[in-house]
């Protein structure tokens, strides 16, 4: 497989509700790309919701399937919307940075905060005791060590995310 091959790929990172499926939907339907949500894979595979892994297997064990599911991911010319803990699968991440160029939609903690009203409604991955603003701290240094471009969606519509990243994108793809 030669190099630009390898790289057909947008792999989607960031906290829950930046927006990384919706942003992912559109930039494939704008690339003629398919799209993927790896949260998606790992509900079809269990055969059932986030949450309810998270429940029945415990916090490491969902990250040993998101890890599993994440690094098994066989794609080309796709946008992939992964999980907000992808990043703590590194077999995944190693695996995704190879397949593809990988995009961290940052948004700081303030907005994310107002748009994750049931944080455990969602499947997202919280250890005992810790807060949400925990997790965002202990979330970004990795966001920020697996990403190829980092993008501030900080006060940026859907379309205006699109077109600066779509505009960024052009030097990969």
Do not use: W
């Not at 079809?44 to 890890?67: H, M, P, S, T, Y």
Request: hydrophobic letters at 40%; proline letters at 2%.
């Amino acid at each position: 497989m030669n190099e630009d091959a390898k790289k057909s790929n947008i792999i989607l990172i960031g906290m829950p509700g930046v927006g990384k499926s919706t942003i992912g939907v559109i930039l494939a339907k704008i690339l003629g790309y398919r799209f993927i949500d790896s949260d998606l894979l790992i509900q079809e595979q269990e055969q059932c919701l986030l949450k309810n892994i998270i429940d029945r297997e415990g916090v490491e064990g969902f990250l040993a399937i998101e890890n599993q599911v994440n690094a098994n991911i066989c794609a080309e010319h796709a946008v992939i919307a992964t999980g907000g803990s992808a990043i703590y699968g590194s077999e995944a991440m190693a695996h995704l940075k190879e397949i593809g160029i990988t995009v961290y939609l940052q948004l700081s903690y303030h907005p994310l905060s107002t748009r994750l009203n049931n944080i455990r409604g969602r499947g997202v991955v919280l250890k005992p005791g810790q807060s949400l603003e925990d997790l965002y701290a202990e979330r970004i240094p990795l966001y920020e060590s697996y990403a190829d471009i980092i993008l501030n969606v900080e006060d940026l519509s859907v379309e205006s995310t699109l077109s600066a990243l779509t505009h960024r994108l052009e030097l990969y793809v």
